[in-house]
Nanobody, 115 residues
Framework: QVQLVESGGGLVQSGGSLRLSCAAS????????VGWYRQAPGKQRELVAG???????IYADSVKGRFTISRDDAKNTVYLQMNSLKPEDTAVYYC?????????WGQGTQVTVSS
């Protein structure tokens, strides 16, 4: 089992920055892939950024050049640095981790970008 806890969300003005953190606990050595997803009201959950098995990062086209995903295995933490935020980035952001058997979700953290 893996438990994920996100933090770092909040209210920020357009053009601002936030850094989200996702702390993992439990059987963290089994994790092979991590990612950040988001879900805006009335929309489906979508992948924002991920580090799949093998290590090459992937990003949604809408965040390329503005967001950066990283992981610190020593701290069992995944980060999402978000720069040049736009109102359309407003959503609940979820951390996801996958091992060879299951996928795990955090509870989500709200990010609100005001214009």
């Amino acid at each position: 089992q893996v438990q994920l806890v996100e933090s770092g969300g909040g209210l920020v003005q357009s053009g601002g920055s936030l850094r989200l953190s996702c702390a993992a606990s439990g059987t963290t050595r089994s994790i092979v892939a991590v990612g950040w997803y988001r879900q805006a009201p009335g929309k489906q959950r979508e992948l924002v950024a991920g580090i799949p098995e093998g290590g090459a990062t992937i990003y949604a086209d809408s965040v390329k050049g503005r967001f950066t995903i990283s992981r610190d295995d020593a701290k069992n933490t995944v980060y999402l640095q978000m720069n040049s935020l736009k109102p359309e980035d407003t959503a609940v952001y979820y951390c996801h981790a996958r091992n060879g058997v299951s996928g795990y979700w955090g509870q989500g953290t709200q990010v609100t970008v005001s214009s």
